[in-house]
């Protein structure tokens, strides 16, 4: 349905426009959902984001003075010079030449628009030094670094379509083989689907390999050796070669990354208030 926005009618097309931008957003954040109820709830979403723009645009009106002839101008200059200048603008984007004064004008619309929204931004109130330390020493343990492992694997791919259980055969026959006393190094090099070095992997951060394996390396004691596991690449036997466990980070380190969601949050919040003063204020309809 068409919705009007203090008099302002917003047509069909345009809620469709946002509603088929939305698509994958929706897909990503809902996909227990039917084809049915996705298209719905981008719909909810698409009027609530049309909304909240317009409300915004309006307010920017009201609060911020039109940019100036030259200001424009020069903003128009930059665009369409990233675009081989005019005459390139104007033909990349089907343009006519009489239809620039309206092009102008939606671009004074976007920089008093980004201007409004610049201002807002600056009225929200800066994080503390306090709060940013409070969070750091009630979340302590959340800043660790990462624990770092030395690992060296045999391994028999099956992510490529090579036969599964195949790959499991030599996997259990490789295992067979170190348990009768032979070295890693030699099975790893001689038939290992990713021979050299031994099969040494050097040092990684945890969460660099997929989590199958690193599941595999926090159970074992150093110097040992896993039985034959599964992962997407293939059938492995790994070998936990060293371990450093990561150290506690100083506030000086996670403070900026703590500052910067607080900052985030307050933004948020603030908009949202924002927002809801200006939803409360207005004359919204579906017509």
Not at 119 to 144: G, K, T
Request: charged share 30%.
């Amino acid at each position: 349905m068409p919705l009007t926005i203090n008099g302002f009618k917003v047509a069909k097309e345009a809620i469709q426009q946002e509603v088929q931008r939305l698509a994958e957003e929706v897909n990503q954040q809902f996909p227990w959902l039917d084809p049915i109820a996705k298209k719905l709830q981008a719909e909810d979403m698409a009027k609530d984001r049309i909304i909240e723009h317009r409300l915004l645009f309006e307010e920017s009106r009201k609060q911020i003075q039109d940019p100036t002839t030259d200001e424009v101008e020069s903003e128009f200059r930059q665009i369409a010079k990233k675009h081989g200048g005019e005459k390139g603008f104007l033909k990349k984007f089907k343009i006519s030449p009489g239809d620039l004064p309206n092009v102008k004008k939606e671009i004074a619309d976007d920089m008093r628009f980004q201007r409004y929204i610049d201002s807002l931004n600056q009225q929200v109130p800066p994080v503390p030094d306090e709060e940013v330390a409070a969070i750091f020493q009630h979340n302590e343990q959340n800043y660790r670094a990462a624990d770092q492992f030395k690992a060296s694997h045999i391994v028999y791919h099956t992510n490529n379509g090579q036969d599964r259980n195949e790959a499991k055969r030599k996997a259990q026959d490789a295992l067979t083989r170190l348990q009768s006393g032979e070295p890693f190094e030699k099975i790893a090099d001689e038939d290992s689907d990713c021979p050299g070095k031994g099969g040494d992997l050097g040092w990684f951060a945890e969460g660099y390999m997929v989590q199958e394996f690193e599941d595999v390396l926090n159970k074992l004691e150093i110097g040992a050796t896993s039985n034959v596991f599964e992962t997407p690449f293939g059938f492995h036997i790994a070998r936990l070669d060293d371990k450093k466990t990561g150290e506690l980070q100083s506030l000086e380190v996670v403070g900026p990354t703590i500052r910067k969601e607080l900052e985030k949050q307050k933004r948020d919040a603030f908009f949202r208030n924002t927002l809801s003063a200006l939803r409360k204020a207005a004359d919204i309809q579906l017509v």
